[in-house]
């Protein structure tokens, strides 16, 4: 496999932007191509079943352009089709899920004893960080909150306002969170609005930021195999199922440059 191919990146919609800039930051060579499911976002409140059947059919697509890694971007989807994906492409090219990674950061450190989740009804009663952490460090206490309103309120721009504060401050004060001392964003989107969540807690609870844990990770990964490559050689491209003008935008937000999306059926 040629170290000067892309890196194939999807999720739902807008949140595994956050994932594909710090990719992107961290790893400015690369070439990324990024598929955001639009027509069936979000992710969060559909059937493991449909998910699984989003996913491949996106993986695939993202192996026709000739990937050399496929990171799954999306909480959802990694809970429920990073198995699927392993076992139907993993002998084509690695896959890379945004929980391992983090459930390893945060058993890594040693200063984590409360830790609070924060994602998706799906991602939520998957319990998959709380069984991840159990298995690698029991002595950690999980306590995880389903918070499905947040992901369409991120997608529709209700960031740093009224709206967002109101929504975001009725989830954080429920009991299951009285505590912690770290907090994990366990929904790609929710990095938009780490700001408001730390500020909820006055920043004294840990914000796990994800998307740089899986950015780090996806750079060991690609060094490696000598996968990584050494000179910048083609743009980034972005699809989308669904044309939405807030996708644009926050592509430019993201890349800082006029971004060209192309409506891809799959």
């Given at each position: 496999?040629?170290?000067?191919?892309?890196i194939g990146i999807f999720d739902s919609g807008i949140g595994g932007l956050t994932v594909a800039a710090a990719i992107n930051n961290i790893l400015p060579n690369e070439q990324l191509i990024y598929f955001g499911d639009t027509a069936h976002l979000p992710y969060g409140d559909k059937s493991p079943e449909a998910i699984r059947e989003y996913s491949i059919k996106i993986a695939r697509f993202l192996l026709s352009q000739n990937c050399k890694m496929i990171v799954i971007a999306c909480n959802t989807a990694s809970s429920h089709a990073f198995q699927l994906l392993q076992d139907k492409i993993g002998n084509q090219v690695p896959i890379i899920n945004v929980i391992d990674p983090v459930v390893h950061a945060l058993t890594k450190?040693?200063?984590?004893?409360?830790?609070?989740?924060?994602?998706?009804?799906?991602?939520?009663?998957?319990?998959?960080?709380?069984?991840?952490?159990?298995i690698r460090e029991p002595s950690i206490k999980v306590v995880s909150l389903a918070t499905p309103l947040l992901a369409p309120m991120i997608e529709e721009g209700f960031i740093d306002n009224k709206i967002s504060r109101t929504i975001i401050d009725s989830y954080l004060s429920s009991p299951e969170l009285k505590n912690i001392d770290s907090l994990v964003l366990a929904c790609t989107h929710y990095p938009l609005i780490k700001t408001e969540i730390s500020d909820y807690f006055d920043g004294k609870v840990e914000i796990i930021n994800t998307a740089e844990i899986v950015a780090d990770h996806v750079k060991e990964e690609l060094s490696a195999m000598n996968l990584l490559n050494p000179t910048k050689t083609q743009d980034h491209r972005f699809y989308v199922s669904d044309f939405t003008e807030t996708f644009e935008e926050s592509t430019r937000y993201f890349f800082g440059k006029e971004i060209h999306l192309t409506q891809q059926d799959v």
């Open positions: 496999m040629s170290s000067v191919l892309p450190t040693k200063t984590h004893h409360k830790i609070g989740v924060i994602g998706t009804r799906s991602t939520i009663q998957s319990n998959l960080y709380a069984r991840q952490l159990a």
